[in-house]
């Protein structure tokens, strides 16, 4: 639902009754947080729906007064392009107190053209290649945020569309204002103790499976489904979302995947009985880890994973999950879980981390500490006001850097650019979740669909950037570029 609603819907032909209706004014308030799937109430949590930002907004600076119009007359503007993350509540501007110093924040596209509009901010899920501001203006720098995996939109996922950007807050480790830890609140939420093994014990004598599958976002960039498909012939997995279901979960209250809200104390201590859980992402990009990683280690289960490929760069030690692409097949993982779940002892070597001292990975305990944006956390920022600031804090320097230059062209040069990289966002082409893209036929949903998707989303970088490039400004140029893309790609095949 949601993600058929933010995918770069596109086919080249009568692309543009669709896009104009893709396009039509901002985000709808708490659709921003990924997956729409009940098995993930904790987005909101999270990654708060715009009206809930601006009290954080205004907590970042206590005391400092609200000035008149005439106090922020010379401070740079950052211009919100993607009006509904603006975090900041009521009015469409405010002031905002940084590190180096203040910028007025405004999601009025009005001042798009102004000299003091030193830079755009676009939020990645709703980032559409033939809606951007062209003509692109010298004096301003782009800047990305984009948490969420490519599942929302593939031009990203290419050199010519992330390239676009100058400033990236990204999932990934390399990105300017790095993600990668989103989902985790910290180290106590890692720690908390396990449940008993006996009760689990005593849950898998009444019928439990080892391992546990709650998913109900079931076509997904990872394919994650064929995978499970076929790890379900060698050993019971209960599943409880739409994919895959075989469950119901025990009461109402629980199935209604309206009222399963944030954390909820009923839910968690159901997930808790199983020993195992199948925490598969939806888009396979590096150090892209979210709740389905992270929450079962909270609850005190082993996940059993398959997502970031450097997930071991951030797990509290190094016997702490079981990464599926380590087993040559879903019957040899079968086995090895099979193994684990009639062996306690060396079932419990998984949770060791959670003892004193158990976490031992300083990578991840140094990027706790050193991030400066929390996660549920009254104290701190939250990523979107503390990006913002990141991006203020650039454009004052790079003003700096310019003045000086002015002062004294012959002996200080002026800024560098500043661009971002692929390894921003690093998703590659989507695989099978089970067996080799010659293998599955040609209709078939997710080849369809994903592969399309990712192609489609290197055209349109492809295009904006060639209308860049041009300094062209007319939408229908966008779609006669692409066009042209695609054509050639066509003709070389
Ligand atoms: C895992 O960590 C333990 C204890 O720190 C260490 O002895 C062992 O060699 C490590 N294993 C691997 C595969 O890194
Ligand atoms: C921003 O990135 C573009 C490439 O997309 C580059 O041409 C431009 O110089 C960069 N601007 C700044 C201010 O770094
Ligand atoms: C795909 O094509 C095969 C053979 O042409 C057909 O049997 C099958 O029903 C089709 N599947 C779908 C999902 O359309
Ligand atoms: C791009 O076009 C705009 C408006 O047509 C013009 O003002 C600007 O000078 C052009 N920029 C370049 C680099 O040609």
């Known amino acids: 639902m949601a993600a058929g609603r933010s995918r770069a819907v596109f086919a080249v032909f009568g692309v543009l009754s669709v896009c104009a209706v893709s396009g039509s004014g901002p985000v709808a308030e708490g659709e921003t947080g990924g997956e729409a799937e009940w098995t993930e109430p904790w987005d909101g949590a999270v990654f708060r729906p715009p009206s809930a930002l601006g009290a954080v907004g205004v907590a970042r600076s206590p005391g400092t007064p609200r000035p008149g119009r005439e106090e922020a007359v010379d401070l740079p503007v950052l211009l919100w392009w993607s009006p509904g993350l603006f975090p900041h509540f009521p009015g469409d501007s405010e002031r905002i107190e940084c590190a180096r110093g203040a910028c007025v924040a405004s999601r009025d596209r009005r001042v798009r053209g102004h000299s003091r509009t030193r830079a755009l901010l676009f939020y990645g899920t709703d980032f559409r290649a033939s809606e951007a501001p062209l003509p692109r203006l010298a004096h301003q720098s782009w800047a990305l945020l984009h948490e969420e995996s490519p599942l929302n939109n593939f031009v990203l996922s290419h050199g010519p569309g992330i390239r676009l950007f100058n400033l990236t807050a990204t999932f990934s480790r390399h990105s300017d204002y790095p993600l990668p830890l989103q989902w985790l609140p910290g180290t106590a939420y890692l720690r908390r103790a396990a449940p008993p093994l006996q009760e ?43 994919c895959l279901q075989n469950r119901e979960l025990p009461t109402p209250r629980l199935q209604d995947t309206a009222t399963a809200t944030t954390e909820d104390p009923e839910l968690l201590a159901f997930l808790s009985r199983y020993k195992f859980h199948l925490a598969l992402e939806n888009a396979i990009c590096d150090d892209y880890m979210t709740e389905k990683l992270w929450r079962p280690m909270h609850l005190g289960a082993v996940p059993v994973y398959r997502g970031s490929p450097s997930v071991r760069d951030w797990m509290p030690n190094n016997h702490s999950i079981i990464l599926i692409d380590d087993f040559e097949s879903p019957q040899k993982l079968a086995e090895f879980i099979d193994f684990l779940d009639k062996n306690d002892e060396e079932y419990m070597k998984y949770l060791a981390y959670k003892q004193p001292g158990g976490i031992t990975n300083q990578f991840l305990l140094d990027s706790l500490k050193h991030r400066e944006w929390g996660v549920n956390d009254p104290l701190l920022p939250n990523y979107l006001n503390g990006f913002e600031c990141f991006v203020c804090d650039h454009e004052l320097a790079r003003l700096e850097a310019e003045k000086a230059h002015a002062a004294s062209p012959g002996d200080i040069p002026g800024p560098e650019p500043h661009i971002a990289q692929p390894s921003h966002m690093d998703c590659p082409v989507p695989t099978p979740g089970f067996g080799s893209v010659e293998e599955i036929p040609e209709n078939d949903s997710w080849k369809e669909m994903w592969l399309q998707d990712y192609w489609q989303g290197l055209d349109q970088g492809e295009a904006l950037t060639a209308m860049i490039h041009n300094n062209e400004t007319k939408q229908m140029k966008f779609w006669d570029y692409l066009h042209e893309i695609f054509m050639k790609r066509n003709q070389n095949l």
């Open 200 to 242: 689990r014990a005593e849950w898998r004598r009444r019928g439990y499976a080892p391992l546990l599958y709650l998913q109900s976002h079931c076509d997904v960039p990872a394919d994650r489904d064929r995978y499970v498909r076929e790890l379900m012939r060698f050993i019971p997995v209960d599943s409880y979302g739409k």
